[in-house]
């Protein structure tokens, strides 16, 4: 156990990559893909306003305005305050990330689940993970078309789930990263027919009026139909079991740069899963 906890500057990315406004779906899409991360904050006049995230992104498919898709008035926290605070608000909001601000509102560091879970890993919390277990899993079979798995994780309000064969075998887990990473931009052309009628001009017949049709561009994110669960999840798991420590499954989520992790029995069969900010808890219980 450690002797006393840090403060959210001992452990934040400095270094934060992040959107302004104004700015496009397009742009964050390829920030999000090529980073190979989350989200991030999107800033105006240096100052933060709102975060964007891969959700955000999959959840309004054809918005290309960052000024749209972004989730508005974010939670942050200042500098100077403590872990314990961080976990506190990324547990309690249901978050994955804080930006961090000094006293004016400017931003200085990012701080997520993950930046607390590797300081968790530190901790030597001896106690076993079955208490934090997820009790709701949503599992995939691994035939699924990706655009069936990206709107069950949707419905299911999931960030990963185990993907099953069809002898309900685990043989993977997807994540929206895996999803996201997997999407393309397709741009196509719509057809809007008007009337140049006037619809109170009782001479004007039905079959004389003047059509005009206009023709505009939508350009949206698609997943591709070719494509299922096992094409795109990760096959090489990382796992634990009921009795594995609190800072041993912090370490191996550290390490294996992981948000969930399936909880397997002896003979490999799942159990459940451990969600990064489940592990938030032990933390926030500390003296």
């Not at 978050?95 to 990012?110: E, Q, S, T």
């Not at 140049?196 to 023709?215: C, K, L, N, P």
């Not at 069969?269 to 990064?276: F, I």
């Amino acid at each position: 156990m450690i002797a006393k906890i840090p403060n959210v500057e001992d452990i934040m990315v400095k270094d934060v990559t992040f959107a302004t406004l104004p700015g496009s779906r397009d742009e964050v899409l390829n920030i999000l893909k090529n980073k190979n991360i989350s989200g991030v904050p999107v800033l105006k006049d240096s100052k933060v306003v709102g975060i964007v995230s891969r959700t955000n992104i999959l959840k309004n498919p054809e918005e290309e305005q960052l000024a749209l898709l972004m989730s508005r008035s974010p939670v942050t926290i200042q500098v100077g305050e403590s872990l314990k605070k961080a976990a506190q608000l990324l547990y309690e909001k249901d978050i994955h990330r804080l930006p961090v601000i000094d006293k004016d509102g400017y931003l200085k560091g990012l701080i997520t689940t993950a930046d607390v879970i590797g300081a968790i890993a530190d901790f030597e919390i001896e106690a076993p993970i079955q208490n934090y277990i997820s009790p709701r899993v949503f599992v995939i079979w691994s035939d699924t078309p990706l655009p069936v798995v990206s709107r069950q994780m949707d419905l299911s309000d999931v960030k990963a789930c185990p993907v099953l064969d069809s002898n309900a075998n685990l043989v993977g887990i997807i994540s929206d990263r895996d999803v996201v990473g997997s999407s393309i931009i397709e741009d196509r052309v719509e057809k809007s027919d008007m009337s140049a009628g006037d619809d109170d001009d009782s001479w004007t017949w039905e079959s004389m009026r003047d059509t005009m049709s206009i023709y505009y561009s939508v350009s949206s994110v698609k997943l591709p139909m070719d494509k299922c669960a096992k094409d795109i999840m990760v096959s090489d798991l990382i796992t634990a079991t009921k009795i594995t420590s609190v800072s041993v499954c912090a370490r191996k989520m550290k390490r294996a740069k992981i948000d969930q992790m399936p909880i397997v029995d002896a003979s490999g069969k799942l159990e459940g899963m451990l969600v990064n900010r489940d592990l938030l808890l032990p933390l926030i219980n500390m003296e």
